[in-house]
């Protein structure tokens, strides 16, 4: 008994190191795939840095006044230079970068676990239920996100709560289209059909058979939707509705320094660069777990 758990748990650790080993195979096999996987373990590793030891890890604290001579150029005592309030810009990109991230990644999982939700009840149910959830989507659909996300920030006030809040309000629409669509095209497949003939429960079908395989498609969705989460997270902070001074976040400091673009251009183009990586990484690294998801391109990559 033993040895068959033994050989069982060896067969499990092989297939997850061959797995491991393929998809890395795939990730080295384009230079923007790699990247773009780059991008994103410094993304990461600086929001880990940051949350866990930030004082050691940020040169000057991000709020502190008068560490150089305001407006001052890069430099080696400050790698971005200064602002206009003598602030060390370096440490200001890199102490938003955990809460730009990290709101890229809240407010997309939580659209996709409401949204994922709402699009696969609706299209695997059908009716008079599936009509009702689909019409609610469309009005959601049919105002542009930003438009209406700034809407709702405005009604709520300008804060950082309120700015996920109204993220968090609009952005499930989509997610709920897609997951519909994964749904009504996988609840007619020859398995689900079998599956509800021999009995099964539906909540069964729903989990086992359907959200396992619309899942993967929606989280390649996910993952690019991220950069798009920050971009509209900093265009509410850039139009005053989002984080307010003097906390730091990209959006609010490329506003705060877009009276010095011609004079001083270094102020507000670093953390507009950093919001243009963090998007564009994102963008790649879906690109990639869309190769490595799918079976057939996955083959054909090896």
């Known amino acids: 008994?033993?040895?068959?758990?033994?050989?069982?748990?060896?067969?499990?650790?092989?297939?997850?190191?061959?797995?491991?080993?393929?998809?890395?195979?795939?990730?080295?096999?384009?230079?923007?795939?790699?990247?773009?996987?780059?991008?994103?373990v410094l993304y990461v590793g600086v929001s880990v840095a940051v949350v866990v030891?930030?004082?050691?890890?940020?040169?000057?604290?991000?709020?502190?006044?008068?560490?150089?001579?305001?407006?001052?150029?890069?430099s080696f005592s400050h790698l971005f230079g200064t602002d206009n309030l003598g602030r060390d810009i370096f440490s200001r990109v890199l102490a938003a970068t955990p809460l730009d991230l990290g709101i890229g990644i809240g407010v997309s999982s939580l659209a996709l676990a409401v949204g994922g939700t709402i699009g696969l009840v609706s299209g695997f149910q059908?009716?008079?239920?599936?009509?009702?959830l689909m019409r609610i989507t469309d009005i959601f659909l049919s105002i542009p996100s930003l438009i209406l996300a700034l809407a709702v920030s405005v009604a709520l006030g300008p804060s950082v709560i309120h700015s996920v809040e109204a993220l968090?309000?609009?952005?499930?629409?989509?997610?709920?289209?897609?997951?519909?669509?994964?749904?009504?095209?996988?609840?007619?497949?020859?398995?689900?059909?079998?599956?509800?003939?021999?009995?099964?429960?539906?909540?069964?079908?729903?989990?086992?058979?359907?959200?396992?395989?619309?899942?993967?498609?929606?989280?390649?969705?996910?993952?690019m939707d991220i950069g798009t989460v920050i971009l509209t997270f900093s265009t509410l902070s850039f139009l005053g509705v989002g984080v307010q001074p003097p906390t730091p976040e990209w959006g609010s400091m490329v506003i705060d320094?877009?009276?010095?673009i011609a004079t001083q251009p270094w102020i507000p183009l670093i953390p507009g660069f950093a919001i243009f990586f963090a998007v564009f990484a994102f963008s790649l690294i879906g690109d990639v777990l869309r190769d490595i998801l799918d079976p057939k391109t996955r083959k054909s990559m090896l």
């Open 168 to 223: 968090s309000i609009v952005w499930w629409a989509s997610y709920a289209r897609l997951a519909r669509g994964q749904a009504l095209s996988i609840k007619n497949q020859l398995y689900v059909v079998a599956a509800r003939a021999s009995g099964t429960r539906e909540h069964v079908i729903l989990g086992r058979h359907v959200f396992r395989n619309l899942f993967d498609t929606l989280f390649i969705y996910m993952t």
């Open 126 to 132: 059908g009716g008079l239920l599936d009509s009702v």
């Open 53 to 74: 030891a930030g004082r050691y890890v940020l040169p000057y604290g991000p709020l502190q006044l008068n560490t150089g001579t305001p407006l001052s150029p890069p």
């Open 257 to 260: 320094a877009n009276s010095y």
């Open 1 to 40: 008994m033993e040895n068959k758990e033994t050989g069982h748990l060896e067969s499990i650790l092989s297939g997850a190191r061959s797995n491991a080993i393929s998809t890395w195979r795939i990730i080295r096999s384009s230079p923007l795939s790699m990247f773009g996987f780059g991008l994103i």
